[in-house]
């Protein structure tokens, strides 16, 4: 008995001080949103207009999904790499489905949140079965759907204008006269679902599980590889989720963006304190960090600060927040 108490006594510790760090962690990332804000507020009288505050939050929604689905990868001590040129892809898909096909707006919006699930599919296998590093595997599906989204679409938009209700999917709004468009009801509805799914289900509770001791877990009785590539299935449903806002919110399916938004989105839910060996994680965490991405950007641009210095400052400040996660982690382990 006495030594079962030693064991579980170490064991409590360590994780109410991770409790601890992650909180820390928040609150830190929280007062560094507002900090950013009262700068940028005092800097320029233009910051705190209306227009600008719905482009911000407008400009945080299809990154701020992307993260959403980041943040369960990460929390498997995971990463993707992939999740932009996946957007990409569901884009494009999106785009042949309603007007190259004709079919219905909700069955070509089904299809292009079922092609970012199956590449998330596709992903998770190779992990999970092959026994691929993330890092590879995920690389290997940029690329690939990088190319499927050229070929495809024979690298030329595909424009939604002959489908009059498709752009207010992201730029209408469910509330008339507030100006707030839907893009920004989407991205918070999801953040809502992210965090039931990752506090309140037994997939939320493998995916932790995951991260904080892949080994123990299986030796559980757990079946590991199962619960993977469903992580990373449903990862890539939030990537076709913010393939249809961006679709909708260009009115078109561009074949060559999106890549760079996977750092854009990875940096969110570091800075919003998912740590990068997993096992931890919010998602409030990373509501807060693509907030903080997307004021920065914008912040800098109300000051006329150079794209080229722009993107300086923005790698400083994820150079810091992965730095503050080795710190955290090194504190934690004690």
Same mark, same amino acid.
């Given at each position: 008995?006495e030594?079962?108490?030693?064991?579980v006594?170490?064991?409590e510790?360590?994780?109410?001080k991770?409790?601890?760090?992650?909180a820390?962690?928040?609150v830190l990332?929280?007062?560094?949103?507002?900090v #950013?804000?009262?700068i940028?507020a005092?800097s $320029?009288?233009n910051?705190f207009?209306?227009?600008n505050?719905?482009?911000?939050l407008? $400009?945080t929604?299809?990154?701020g999904?992307?993260a959403?689905g980041?943040t369960?990868?990460?929390?498997?001590?995971?990463i993707?790499?992939s999740c932009?040129?996946?957007?990409t892809?569901?884009?494009?898909?999106?785009?042949?489905?309603?007007v190259?096909?004709?079919?219905p707006?909700w069955?070509?919006?089904?299809?292009?949140?079922?092609? @970012?699930?199956?590449? @998330?599919w596709? $992903?998770?296998?190779a992990?999970?079965r092959?026994?691929?590093?993330?890092f590879?595997?995920?690389l290997?599906m940029?690329?690939?759907a990088?190319g499927?989204a #050229?070929v495809? *679409?024979?690298?030329t938009?595909i !424009?939604f204008?002959?489908?009059? @209700?498709?752009?207010?999917?992201?730029m209408g709004s469910?509330i008339p006269g %507030?100006g707030?468009?839907n893009?920004?009801?989407?991205?918070f509805?999801?953040a809502?679902v992210?965090?039931?799914i990752?506090?309140?289900?037994?997939? =939320?509770?493998?995916?932790f599980?995951?991260? *904080?001791?892949?080994?123990?877990?299986?030796?559980s009785?757990?079946s590991?590889?199962?619960?993977?590539i469903?992580? !990373?299935?449903l990862? =890539?449903?939030?990537t076709?989720?913010?393939g249809?806002?961006?679709?909708?919110?260009l009115?078109?399916?561009?074949?060559?963006?999106?890549?760079?938004?996977e750092?854009?989105?990875?940096?969110?839910?570091?800075?919003g304190?998912? *740590?990068? %060996?997993?096992?931890?994680?919010?998602?409030?965490?990373?509501?807060?960090g693509?907030?903080?991405?997307?004021?920065?950007t914008?912040g800098?641009q109300?000051?006329s600060?150079?794209?080229?210095?722009q993107?300086?400052?923005? @790698?400083?400040?994820?150079?810091?927040?992965?730095?503050a996660?080795?710190?955290r982690?090194?504190?934690?382990?004690?």
């Amino acid at each position: 008995m006495e030594m079962q108490k030693a064991v579980v006594l170490p064991v409590e510790e360590k994780k109410k001080k991770m409790v601890n760090a992650n909180a820390l962690q928040q609150v830190l990332a929280f007062a560094s949103l507002i900090v #950013l804000i009262l700068i940028f507020a005092i800097s $320029s009288s233009n910051f705190f207009q209306f227009d600008n505050i719905i482009g911000i939050l407008l $400009s945080t929604a299809v990154t701020g999904i992307l993260a959403l689905g980041a943040t369960m990868i990460i929390v498997t001590s995971g990463i993707d790499l992939s999740c932009g040129t996946v957007l990409t892809l569901s884009s494009v898909m999106t785009g042949v489905f309603a007007v190259n096909l004709g079919l219905p707006v909700w069955v070509a919006v089904l299809g292009g949140i079922l092609t @970012g699930a199956a590449a @998330g599919w596709i $992903s998770g296998a190779a992990i999970a079965r092959m026994k691929i590093p993330p890092f590879i595997a995920t690389l290997a599906m940029m690329m690939i759907a990088k190319g499927l989204a #050229l070929v495809i *679409s024979k690298a030329t938009p595909i !424009y939604f204008t002959s489908l009059p @209700g498709f752009n207010k999917i992201a730029m209408g709004s469910i509330i008339p006269g %507030s100006g707030i468009p839907n893009a920004v009801f989407i991205f918070f509805g999801m953040a809502i679902v992210a965090s039931i799914i990752l506090n309140k289900t037994i997939i =939320g509770r493998y995916t932790f599980a995951l991260g *904080s001791n892949e080994e123990a877990t299986r030796l559980s009785g757990v079946s590991v590889n199962k619960w993977k590539i469903i992580i !990373y299935m449903l990862a =890539g449903v939030f990537t076709g989720v913010a393939g249809i806002v961006m679709a909708s919110r260009l009115n078109s399916a561009q074949p060559a963006l999106g890549a760079g938004y996977e750092l854009e989105a990875i940096a969110a839910v570091v800075i919003g304190g998912t *740590s990068l %060996s997993g096992g931890t994680g919010t998602i409030l965490g990373t509501v807060i960090g693509a907030l903080i991405m997307s004021v920065l950007t914008n912040g800098l641009q109300i000051l006329s600060v150079p794209q080229e210095w722009q993107t300086v400052v923005v @790698g400083l400040v994820i150079l810091l927040a992965v730095y503050a996660d080795v710190l955290r982690n090194k504190k934690s382990a004690k």
